[in-house]
């Protein structure tokens, strides 16, 4: 069999490779914009009148899909390589040409009825004698008469007929109804497709009608005879060819022998037959109404003569039957008017609705009239500003007294001493388990982390900022602690204004970078009892102060 042809269409791929609108203050979240090219997915001329009553309820909310639009048809012709493959060499320059028009079922598949005219030709340059062995009456090809007489004046029988070289010329014709289906249209990072590959698949009908050049050309009184292919005398492909094309008269005088196995053979001067039809193809898209495609597509109809041969050199018949392959590069037309007609839905990309209507929704803000973070539809009652509420939006009231937290002064109430006066206040002295002590900020911070520098160095790596991060935050939680930086080392000049550096640098970053304030903290620097490269940050004791600056005990001796 000859797959040349669906190589060339695997190469020829590879080198390619290429909504609503505001209609009525029901629906104020929609915004016009336009979905199918230059058609707004509410503008009623695209739409058919048989869909109007969907295209209504679509702009009125009803219903969440809007109807298909009217698109153009396709109509096209197509021009390549028709052959077929079966037992004789197939010629790659045999022509075949064809027209069809095409409409879309959606945004995948569409039908498309082609007409295809194909003439296919054929000559093997290896020999074959397998006639010999079939035991019917006559070579039925290559002799015109039973008794003609071989070139020496032998007459013609099974044992001694010559070699010969198989060859034919076929015209065919098909008319098939396909159904394609379009593989690239779907786009999710553009809105408009250049190229799309499908694929497809159809019924048909096929004529054909095959010859073969087996007699020398009439010429007088010259009797019809059989070529003598005894004068082929070359081995190299090339050069029995050659020696073919100057033997041979290219007349193809005689038809080919009717299929059995084809019902409705030889009707209309040829045969006829239903045949099924499949190929792919890639599509590339020049305009809005101009695309041209390379498709290849293969034709069975279930004939093995089709090239006129279905003998092997052994006698039997061949088990594969014949196919046709179609080769083809076309031009194609959108037909239809812009004002109401679309482009073929198989060029336009169904995602372009759903995701216009996805960057046209709104922010959703939901009403908090009293600014207490749960909304008005969940929210029991309109708090007064900067008073803590629970997940109901109510005021909390820790000791059940009912003056709300923010302006009780006495916060937690005994049972007995109340009720209580306007400003939560109980009638009894608090005993000392109702006084709430507040926390140490050692309590309240925790360990705090180090940070450490590289030796002689001022610089805060990743990690210190990383650390630093974590003290800022902790003291942001808790705003009445202050801390104390501590730097150690001071033996020497340089070790003391080294300390100071660090201590000075820790402050700094957290001023700057964090926020926190400077007079949260106490400077201490050249500290015994520690590391010299390290910076230790605790929390201060009650009562403990010191400067939150220091001047530099030797600034000569600063690190940058």
Same mark, same amino acid.
């Given at each position: 069999?000859n ?5 060339l ?24 914009h ?8 509410t ?5 058919a009148?048989?869909?109007q009553?969907q295209f ?15 698109? #153009?048809? %396709? ?7 028709f ?5 004789v060499?197939?010629e ?7 027209? *069809? ?19 296919a030709?054929g ?7 397998g ?11 290559y ?7 071989l ?10 007929f010559?070699k010969?070289?198989y060859?034919y010329?076929?015209?065919?014709q ?20 250049g190229a799309?590959f499908?694929?497809l698949g ?13 007699? *020398? ?8 005879a059989?070529y ?22 290219? #007349?193809?005088?005689?038809p ?12 209309f ?10 190929? #792919?193809?890639?599509?590339?898209r020049?305009s $809005? ?11 069975y ?7 006129g ?5 052994q ?8 196919? #046709? ?26 995602l372009n609705?759903a ?8 922010e ?23 008073c $803590? ?25 005994p ?6 006066d306007?400003d939560?206040?109980g ?12 926390? %140490? ?5 925790? &360990?705090? $982390?180090?940070v ?7 610089t805060?790596?990743a990690? &210190? ?6 003290? &800022?935050?902790?003291?942001?939680s ?5 801390v ?7 033996a ?16 700094? *970053? ?11 903290f ?5 500290q %015994?009892?520690?590391?010299c490269?390290?910076v230790?940050?605790r929390?201060?004791?009650p009562?403990?102060?010191? $400067? ?5 005990? *030797?600034p ?5």
């Amino acid at each position: 069999m000859n797959h040349s042809k669906t190589v060339l269409l695997a190469l020829a791929i590879c080198s390619f490779g290429s909504s609503r609108a505001q209609v009525s203050e029901t629906h104020p979240y929609k915004a016009p914009h336009a979905i199918y090219g230059p058609a707004s997915v509410t503008d009623s001329q695209y739409y058919a009148k048989k869909k109007q009553q969907q295209f209504r309820d679509f702009v009125n909310g009803q219903t969440d899909f809007p109807p298909k639009p009217r698109d #153009m048809w %396709e109509i096209g012709i197509k021009g390549g390589l028709f052959s077929v493959n079966g037992d004789v060499r197939s010629e790659m320059i045999s022509p075949g040409f064809g027209a *069809h028009i095409r409409k879309s079922l959606g945004h995948t598949l569409s039908l498309r009825l082609e007409y295809m005219y194909g003439i296919a030709k054929g000559q093997d340059w290896r020999p074959s004698a397998g006639y010999k062995f079939t035991g019917m009456a006559n070579p039925w090809y290559y002799r015109y008469q039973r008794n003609s007489v071989l070139p020496g004046g032998s007459v013609w029988n099974p044992i001694n007929f010559p070699k010969v070289y198989y060859n034919y010329k076929t015209t065919v014709q098909e008319l098939s109804l396909q159904l394609i289906a379009n593989l690239h249209n779907i786009r999710f990072y553009k809105p408009q497709t250049g190229a799309t590959f499908y694929v497809l698949g159809g019924l048909g009908i096929t004529t054909w009608d095959g010859r073969v050049n087996a007699m *020398h050309e009439v010429r007088g009184d010259e009797e019809s005879a059989a070529y003598d292919y005894s004068k082929i005398t070359a081995t190299t492909k090339k050069d029995v060819l050659k020696q073919l094309k100057d033997l041979q008269d290219d #007349m193809y005088d005689t038809p080919i022998e009717a299929d059995p196995s084809i019902r409705y053979s030889h009707l209309f001067a040829g045969s006829i037959a239903p045949s099924v039809t499949g190929g #792919m193809g890639l599509a590339l898209r020049l305009s $809005p109404r101009f695309n041209i495609a390379l498709e290849d597509r293969l034709i069975y109809n279930g004939s093995d003569l089709i090239d006129g041969q279905r003998w092997t050199d052994q006698g039997t018949l061949t088990p594969d039957k014949d196919f #046709m392959n179609y080769l083809t590069l076309g031009i194609n037309y959108n037909i239809g008017a812009k004002r109401k007609r679309v482009e073929p839905l198989y060029w336009l990309n169904p995602l372009n609705y759903a995701y216009g209507e996805l960057r046209r929704v709104p922010e959703i803000v939901l009403p908090d009239s009293d600014g207490d973070g749960v909304t008005d539809q969940f929210d029991q009652e309109q708090t007064p500003a900067g008073c $803590p509420v629970d997940t109901h939006g109510v005021s909390r009231d820790t000791d059940g007294d009912g003056v709300p937290d923010c302006k009780d002064k006495e916060l937690i109430t005994p049972t007995y001493c109340q009720p209580v006066d306007a400003d939560g206040v109980g009638k009894c002295p608090c005993p000392d388990d109702c006084k709430v002590e507040t926390p %140490e900020c050692a309590a309240l911070l925790g &360990a705090l $982390p180090s940070v450490s520098f590289k030796a002689n160095s001022n610089t805060l790596s990743a990690d &210190a900022a990383a650390s630093l991060a974590v003290v &800022a935050s902790k003291l942001r939680s808790n705003p009445n602690c202050k801390v104390v930086v501590v730097g150690y080392c001071a033996a020497t000049k340089k070790q003391q204004q080294l300390s100071w550096d660090h201590v000075n640098k820790v402050i700094t *970053h957290l001023q700057e970078k964090e926020g926190i304030s400077g007079d949260r903290f106490i400077f201490s620097s050249g500290q %015994e009892g520690g590391d010299c490269n390290t910076v230790d940050i605790r929390a201060a004791a009650p009562g403990e102060d010191g $400067p939150n600056t220091v001047a530099p005990p *030797h600034p000569n001796l600063r690190k940058k």
